[in-house]
C-alpha cells in the first residue's frame, strides 16, 4: 500500500509540475517574465549599463538581450549579468556596440 501511495504522490507532482509554464526548482517556479524582470533589474542596478538601452526578453529559459552598447566591455558585463541568474539561463546577444 504504501509503495502505490507513494507512486501515486509522485505521478500527481509530476502532473502538476508540467502544468506550469517555466522553470522550477525545489522552492521556486519562475516563469519567463519573472526571468525578464529579474535580468531587467541587473541590468538597471548596474552603473556601468543603467543609462544604456539594452532591453531583455526571457522565453523558455533563453534571454534575449538588445540594444545599443558603448563599448566591448558593457557587452561583455550585460551577457555575464544575464548569465549570472540561478537557473543558468542561456543567453541570446543581440546587442551592437557604438562605434
Known amino acids: 500500500m504504501r509503495i502505490g501511495t507513494a507512486f501515486l504522490m509522485a505521478a500527481l507532482a509530476g502532473v502538476v509540475g508540467c502544468s506550469h509554464r517555466g522553470r522550477q526548482t525545489a522552492s521556486v517556479n519562475l516563469?519567463?517574465?519573472d526571468l525578464q524582470r529579474t535580468?531587467?533589474?541587473?541590468?538597471?542596478?548596474?552603473?556601468q549599463l543603467n543609462r544604456i538601452d539594452v532591453s531583455a526578453d526571457a522565453d523558455l529559459n533563453r534571454v534575449t538581450l538588445s540594444g545599443m552598447v558603448p563599448g566591448f566591455a558593457a557587452?561583455?558585463?550585460?551577457?555575464?549579468?544575464?548569465?549570472?541568474?540561478?537557473?543558468?539561463?542561456?543567453?541570446?546577444?543581440?546587442?551592437?556596440?557604438?562605434?
Do not use: I, W
Open 75 to 99: 557587452r561583455a558585463n550585460a551577457v555575464d549579468l544575464a548569465k549570472s541568474d540561478p537557473l543558468n539561463p542561456m543567453v541570446v546577444d543581440r546587442m551592437e556596440v557604438r562605434r
Open 31 to 33: 516563469t519567463d517574465a
Open 39 to 47: 535580468v531587467q533589474s541587473r541590468l538597471a542596478g548596474n552603473s
